[in-house]
């Protein structure tokens, strides 16, 4: 079965430093691979997507994610983190035209 | 462009009480989707709508729940009748077809209160 898994609950980093969240795929057919992020109170902001070509996609706010098929990942990077940066982040797969399949999602708490 | 647009932001209600939450999805967009959002089940896919016909409606918890999509441009989500544990964020989203390619577009969602 499809599915998606953010292994990292909560992730804390100091500002400035570098971001690396975790995002696996099931095995089989590759989705489409999106990634949102949630500030309080807000509703879901694509960063970045992932359909085919290039496997190092870049995103808004500084945002980056590799494709790593023989990993079945899809990890997002940020190389400084900002204080602004502290929201909750979901890896979403698209499979089969209309089936979203979500992480469980990570929070990202920066330390000043 | 007008992103995808939900009412009311915020409901306050008692229970037993019929609530009634409303989406304009992005014009063109050819699916329409509801979601739940709580701390303890974090995002969960009530239904879904293709070209205003509900495809799956197996996310909707129960017979209290009902959703429609009468025209391209409104959805409802209407709970009756409402219990506190149906307290919770509701997110409408849409998404173009782009032939299965198309990313969600979210709005704000409604935050749901039931006393």
């Known amino acids: 079965a499809q599915s998606v898994t953010q292994p990292d609950i909560h992730i804390t980093v100091s500002e400035g430093a570098s971001l690396e969240l975790r995002c696996n795929y099931s095995y089989g057919a590759t989705p489409y691979l999106f990634w949102y992020v949630q500030s309080p109170g807000q509703g879901l902001q694509l960063l970045l997507k992932?359909?085919?070509?290039?496997?190092l996609v870049q995103g808004i706010k500084g945002f980056e994610a590799e494709f790593k098929r023989s990993q079945s990942s899809f990890n997002l990077r940020k190389p400084s983190v900002h204080w602004s940066d502290a929201a909750e982040y979901f890896c979403?797969?698209?499979?089969?035209?209309?089936?979203?399949?979500f992480g469980s999602g990570t929070k990202l708490n920066v330390k000043p | 462009d007008a992103g995808v647009i939900q009412s009311p932001r915020h409901e306050v209600t008692e229970m037993g009480q019929e609530v009634t939450l409303r989406c304009k999805p992005i014009?063109?967009?050819?699916?329409l989707f509801w979601y739940r959002q709580t701390m303890m089940r974090g995002l969960e896919l009530l239904i879904y709508f293709n070209n205003n016909v509900p495809i799956d409606d197996s996310g909707m918890p129960e017979d209290r729940f009902s959703a429609k999509m009468p025209n391209a441009s409104f959805s409802t989500l209407k709970i009756q009748p409402s219990e506190p544990r149906d307290s919770a964020v509701y997110f409408c989203?849409?998404?173009?077809?782009?032939?299965?390619?198309?990313?969600?577009?979210f709005g704000e969602g409604s935050r749901l209160t039931v006393l």
């Open positions: 014009s063109g967009h050819d699916y």
């Open positions: 989203a849409s998404s173009p077809h782009r032939e299965g390619t198309g990313e969600l577009f």
């Open positions: 992932y359909f085919s070509g290039d496997t």
């Open positions: 979403v797969g698209r499979y089969n035209f209309n089936k979203f399949y």
